[in-house]
């Protein structure tokens, strides 16, 4: 095939629409969850063209309406192997196919870290989030928490600061590993209040979050257990790239997202060399933004690139 796409979030559906426009005849396996993570959220309100917001679900599924009105082939299923040593490259999906292409665009995304918490999956789009930037609008004027204490939790609690009554920040060390400017914006913050020493072990709630279940210095002397009304339960731990089968075959960064050439979405192999006619795109190479606009920025740019690639 000429153009093999992976993953189907804003980033594969808008690479498909755009490989579809350029009849690159596009095929895209959708992966273990097709839409991607955005189909965790519930409500969309900060993606372009939608005054009103919109059903995430709705969204994704009008993007893949629109990719294959141009032609592409969207496919259920999973690449699980991959073999980027030659051109064409090589792949097996989860059914045991195997498939070759000339390009091939990467958009296998990310997948945020959560606690472990059976709660977590109960009130999942009901008062738990992964995304401050995607949710937090919605709590205004309310109660939320944060787990985390690195930079990115730091950044979602001052987000949230900023719209909501109250923010706690639940740390399971007695100290934040943020950076030093960070800690410093947040303990100036008269409206977040750091839990030093917690873990969270539940949530509670009728029909959404109402709560969650602390304990304090877990395993010592003291441990305490108590329980602290809130409206929203924000994690902010990190997030895994889906970039398992490409590992010891692609340059990648510290955390595992996978590193592209200067302004174009090219990637290399693990010296650093450019690798004709593969390209990423969306949250599987960036670990700051993280945003569904960002990704389908991205999906476009790696489509053009595969264009130019291949008519040239």
């Excluded at 409500?43 to 063209?49: A, D, K, M, R, Y």
């Excluded at 097996?92 to 498939?99: A, K, L, P, R, V």
């Excluded at 870290?113 to 009901?126: F, H, I, S």
């Amino acid at each position: 095939m000429k153009c093999l796409i992976i993953g189907s979030g804003p980033a594969g559906y808008t690479a498909a629409i755009y490989a579809g426009r350029a009849n690159l005849s596009p095929v895209e396996y959708c992966g273990p969850q097709t839409g991607g993570q955005l189909t965790q959220t519930t409500i969309v309100e900060n993606f372009p063209g939608y005054p009103d917001g919109v059903d995430a679900n709705q969204m994704m599924m009008e993007l893949r309406q629109q990719a294959e009105r141009f032609g592409a082939d969207i496919r259920d299923g999973e690449i699980v192997e991959a073999d980027l040593s030659q051109r064409p490259y090589r792949f097996t999906t989860d059914s045991g196919e195997h498939i070759e292409a000339d390009a091939v665009i990467i958009a296998t995304g990310a997948k945020a870290k959560y606690l472990g918490l059976p709660d977590e999956e109960k009130y999942n789009g009901m008062g738990v989030s992964a995304c401050a930037t995607c949710d937090g609008f919605f709590y205004r004027k309310k109660v939320t928490a944060v787990v985390g204490g690195g930079d990115t939790a730091c950044e979602d609690a001052l987000y949230l600061s900023h719209l909501c009554q109250k923010v706690y920040l639940v740390v399971r060390k007695p100290y934040l590993r943020a950076s030093d400017i960070m800690q410093q914006r947040v303990k100036e913050a008269a409206n977040i209040e750091i839990l030093f020493e917690h873990n969270a072990t539940g949530l509670y709630g009728e029909n959404g979050v109402e709560g969650m279940h602390l304990v304090k210095r877990k395993g010592e002397a003291d441990e305490e257990h108590y329980d602290l009304p809130i409206d929203g339960f924000f994690l902010a731990i990190g997030h895994k790239p889906v970039t398992d089968i490409f590992k010891g075959q692609l340059l990648l960064d510290e955390m595992g997202y996978i590193k592209t050439l200067g302004t174009t979405q090219q990637v290399c192999d693990t010296n650093g060399n450019p690798l004709s006619g593969l390209f990423a795109a969306g949250d599987v190479c960036d670990p700051v933004y993280r945003q569904a606009i960002v990704a389908a920025g991205t999906g476009c740019k790696a489509a053009l690139d595969a264009e130019r690639f291949l008519n040239t």
